[in-house]
């Protein structure tokens, strides 16, 4: 390994090369384009809440699927799941299990949650299961505060990562001024995501965010490929780049991995309930009711299992790994810690990727072509990023105009005022999310985002508890009200306590 380290000069690295404003140009031009989609969205849209929210229904195969997939990969696809491979070596690699998985729950899930849509007019999962149940207020609210619990922490990680990206794109920015205020450059690339996405949501709705998605989602399957062929090559081709992978530890290469954290039945767990998780969140059921048809549905479930599995393995997995042998983590006073290369910190393992594509791509393309390539695929991880902030975004406005402000606050109100309703949902849930990050950032003692995986594992334990209302609702058909209510609070209840969700919001010894 040392050999392979040597000769890629790995001390002489990348920071002498000069991004110069070509990230700059790139993200302008992308910026650009995301702003026009929205602009084009707004003119065909109607003034109701089923076009906002549901683009009247009408979304085809491409559309569909591709939007399911990047609602699915967010920035923790491309920052958190490779930071933990990076970390614990091998186990994790079996995460990869959950993507077939996620598929057969979009054909067999969300073609039964379509056809009852289309039929009775839902728009949001509380609609649905609501209904079964009886038309239950109250769990119609709890419905949609898990919907919520699970947006959330979503919303907050993808902002978060808008922060570690316009760190590396920009390096030797300075500080920017703002009302007589300094910000950093990571608090200027929270704030660049955070209102840019926010934007084009608001002016265009569910039409908007799809189409940003495709853009998005073919961005982010072509930036998997690239580094993953970098980080292959890097290593001298698939046959040196596997010889140095099976000289890492043994124990990076063997469950339960180097921390002993990833046992087969926890990995196996996280497989099964991190598919289902993902698939039954509100803004993924709100592309299922979006959809043309079953068959749409059904077709695009087929192109996500088989599409994005190779991909995933391909531009992340091997790129971690490869990462593992050209980056060695380092054990300081019993701490691990990444390679100084990718951070110094132990909640930076997430910046593996961004690190090694920074590196790597302009030392085996050339500097100009390379600086190009490197921030398109930035481009494409903050694209991760957005493309799950605004189909959460989108989702909680129509969690809470249609679950809370229609059914509770304003009953009568018209089609045009729900709308504008969730126009304004969206802009403090955005502003409330950039408010949390920056105070992690800037107070220490504060962290409610200390690692994206771990947010990521939150937010789908909250969403898993619509998991039994929805099968019941959709196949077995024999619950009950009190049991749906009971059911509900006591998971809600159980995440809040069995989980890292206290120490991540309250900070370490919370809840002990």
Same mark, same amino acid.
């Given at each position: ?6 000769? +890629? ?40 809440? @089923?076009? %906002? ?120 920015? @300075? ?13 200027? =690339? ?66 339960? =991995? ?63 790994? =490869? ?12 701490? +691990? ?11 930076? %393992? ?27 695929? +930035? ?37 045009? @005022? ?89 900070? @370490?010894?919370?809840?002990?």
């Amino acid at each position: 390994m040392e050999e392979v380290v040597e000769m +890629l000069g790995i001390d002489s690295v990348m920071a002498s090369i000069d991004m110069g404003n070509t990230p700059l140009v790139i993200l302008g031009l992308y910026m650009i384009m995301l702003l026009s989609f929205g602009v084009i969205a707004y003119l065909r849209s109607k003034s109701s809440e @089923e076009d %906002f929210y549901l683009a009247g229904r009408g979304q085809g195969v491409l559309v569909t699927a591709l939007t399911i997939m990047a609602t699915m990969f967010s920035s923790a696809a491309m920052l958190g799941i490779p930071g933990l491979i990076y970390k614990d070596g091998l186990p994790f690699v079996f995460f990869a299990l959950n993507l077939p998985l996620s598929g057969a729950a979009v054909y067999a899930i969300g073609s039964r949650v379509w056809r009852l849509g289309k039929k009775r007019g839902y728009m949001t999962p509380a609609d649905l299961i609501s209904d079964y149940y009886g038309g239950s207020s109250l769990l119609r609210c709890l419905v949609a505060l898990t919907g919520a619990l699970y947006v959330i922490p979503y919303i907050v990680m993808q902002i978060k990562a808008g922060g570690y990206l316009a760190q590396r794109m920009f390096p030797d920015a @300075e500080a920017v001024t703002l009302l007589g205020k300094n910000f950093a450059i990571f608090e200027v =690339g929270v704030m660049a995501l955070s209102v840019l996405t926010m934007l084009y949501v608001l002016i265009g709705g569910m039409r908007s965010v799809a189409w940003t998605d495709v853009v998005q989602g073919l961005l982010l399957l072509s930036g998997m490929i690239i580094a993953g062929l970098a980080t292959v090559t890097a290593l001298g081709g698939p046959r040196s780049f596997f010889q140095e992978v099976t000289a890492l530890p043994p124990e990076a290469l063997s469950l339960p =991995g180097p921390s002993g954290a990833w046992s087969p039945w926890k990995l196996m767990t996280i497989c099964m309930f991190a598919s289902l998780a993902t698939m039954i969140q509100p803004g993924q059921w709100i592309r299922y009711y979006a959809a043309r048809s079953t068959e749409t549905l059904k077709r695009s479930a087929l192109i996500f299992a088989i599409l994005l599995p190779i991909c995933f393995i391909f531009g992340v997995m091997l790129v971690a790994l =490869g990462a593992r042998v050209i980056y060695p983590p380092i054990l300081e006073n019993g701490v +691990l810690l990444p390679h100084p290369a990718i951070g110094t910190q132990s909640d930076e %393992f997430d910046q593996v990727v961004i690190a090694l594509i920074q590196e790597h791509i302009p030392l085996l393309l050339g500097p100009a072509v390379g600086v190009v390539i490197v921030s398109l695929i +930035l481009v494409a991880i903050m694209a991760a990023s957005m493309s799950t902030a605004d189909s959460n975004l989108h989702a909680l406005s129509a969690v809470l105009t249609r679950d809370v402000y229609d059914k509770f606050v304003r009953p009568n109100a018209s089609e045009r @005022e729900k709308t504008w309703f969730g126009r304004a949902v969206i802009a403090v849930a955005t502003l409330l999310a950039l408010w949390l990050v920056m105070l992690g950032e800037n107070n220490p003692d504060f962290q409610p985002l200390a690692l994206i995986a771990q947010l990521m594992f939150v937010a789908m334990a909250f969403s898993c508890q619509l998991l039994p209302l929805a099968i019941d609702a959709l196949f077995v058909r024999k619950g009950s009200q009190t049991g749906a209510i009971c059911g509900i609070i006591a998971g809600i209840g159980t995440v809040f306590l069995f989980t890292p969700f206290p120490a991540l919001i309250f900070g @370490e010894g919370s809840f002990s």
